[in-house]
């Protein structure tokens, strides 16, 4: 059994268990009153979610994660879609462990479900990155139920690649009868003023709530937009395009990082609920 350590522990977010803890709780009870609970009777299909240090993005990412702790759906498998911040390995792979390990235990990776996916299987993406796994903990703290996990890093990030990966996920999902969710790993604009930010991000958020990932590309490419993820989040509005007749997009919380250490310069962080009306 090969097992991921965690990489970023100590530093993106707290290196103990009940630091862990005490940070995620301490975060979700400031934000609980702002959370609009009442999209948990929504079938969650995904959200984007901010991969920053806890102490600047959590204050967003815990808006989705209580949503889906209130879910009444237990799901299978959480496909966690992550950029490349190194750059290193495939356009696309599937992580090559067994186990993903972090202070708060060990979870199994679903690799059934990546081989079905038909693409590269490596770890060399993941072994430095800190986008998938900074989600772990918040899975781990958040759902009271067995999940596996389902680490894709997309490395090439263009239209092309992430409706083809959103095709395979779809499909292996649908073969092996997995009830599946898809966590697009993404901060917005980074190091720019407030203003410029929220100016930048406006192009690409009006464009997810457009369902439209090729204008995304087109917008981030023309304006040199950094919204680190944006391959991500193309895959899950192609993935939701596939399954829902109506995917309904919901903004959640949106922040920055000047919120907590003041700064002109800032990273933004928005976390977003993708989720059709019906249930099933």
Known sequence: MKIRKPAVAG??????KESIVEQIETIRNKELQNIDTS???????????????????AFQAVHF???????????????IVNPNHTGIGNE???????IWETPLGKVDLDTEFGKKLGISISEIEQKREHSCEVMIPFLQYFLDYD????????????????????GKIH?????????ILIIASSDFSHFLSPEKGRKMDEYVLRNIILLDSSQIEKEVVSKNISVCGYGPIMTLIEYSKLIAKKPKVDLLKMGHSGEIIPSSEVVDYISILFSELNTK
């Open 11 to 16: 530093r993106f977010y707290p290196a103990s």
């Open 147 to 166: 999940f596996k996990i389902a680490p894709i890093t997309l490395t090439y990030q263009t239209y092309k690649n992430a409706k083809l990966l959103a």
């Open 39 to 57: 999209l948990k009777d929504r079938f969650l299909i995904g959200g984007v979610v901010p991969h920053a240090g806890y102490m600047f993005s």
């Open 65 to 79: 994660f209580e949503i889906l702790k209130q879910s009444k759906i237990k799901y299978d498998t959480i496909v």
């Open 92 to 98: 696309i792979a599937f992580d090559s462990n067994d």
């Open 171 to 179: 499909k292996a999902a649908q073969k092996l009868n997995r009830k």
